[in-house]
């Protein structure tokens, strides 16, 4: 089990680095706090994982990505929108009643947890699982892919305080609509 948790471990943290879920966790910890994204990385993460390892295990095959991907596509073109539509630049958004820690926490595991589907870390756990230990190969991916994306949290809390909110509300709208665009693409590929 340690050998299976050790090699996922190293295996989804070093395949989580510059990947869209990291740049995701970034630009979100740029606007909410970090608690509610930590919370909802690592929810998300542990759902993902449980599912990528449970077929990697049953089945050894990877899952079909062009619907996910469709549906990766319309959250992010959504997430984008509602991004350029919040003009509060001035307030924090977490005073508004609409910002709620749940409502943030199940938004961006909601987006953190599509944007992950059939991604590399996922294929990459499954893979791991076809042949090691599931519980083992479950908890160092799920760990490895915290520990990457709370590297980019810390980042974009440091970021966020230094940034004026304007421009990160223009920076995450154009981040979420190039992340759409790329989805969209691999769905037309």
């Known amino acids: ?15 989580e680095f510059g990947d869209k879920s990291q740049l995701l966790t970034l630009t ?3 606007k909410y706090r970090a608690l509610p994204v930590l919370i909802a990385i690592t929810a998300a ?6 599912l990528s390892v449970g077929v990697g295990g049953a089945l050894g095959a990877s899952l079909p990505t ?9 959250a992010f ?9 919040d003009s509060d630049d001035d307030d924090d958004v977490e005073t508004s009643p609409t910002f709620t820690p749940r409502r943030v926490i199940v938004s961006v595991a909601s987006m953190f947890f599509l944007a992950e589907l059939g991604d590399k870390t996922m294929l990459s756990s499954m893979t791991l699982a076809t042949d090691r230990n599931l519980f083992g190969t479950w908890l160092g991916a799920t760990l490895g ?12 809390k440091y970021l966020g ?18 992340f759409a665009a790329l989805m969209l693409f691999d769905v037309l590929r």
Not at 66 to 74: E, G
Not at 165 to 170: K, N, T, V
């Open 1 to 15: 089990m340690l050998t299976a948790l050790f090699i996922a471990f190293g295996v989804v943290f070093v395949a």
């Open 28 to 30: 979100l910890a740029t």
């Open 45 to 50: 993460t542990m759902v993902l994982q449980a």
């Open 66 to 74: 062009t619907f996910i991907n469709s549906l990766a596509a319309a």
């Open 77 to 85: 073109l959504g997430f984008a929108i509602w991004t350029l539509v």
């Open 145 to 156: 892919m915290v520990a990457a994306d709370g590297l980019a949290l810390l980042l974009g």
């Open 161 to 178: 305080d230094r940034i004026p909110r304007r421009a990160i509300r223009y920076g995450s709208a154009a981040v979420f609509f190039v």
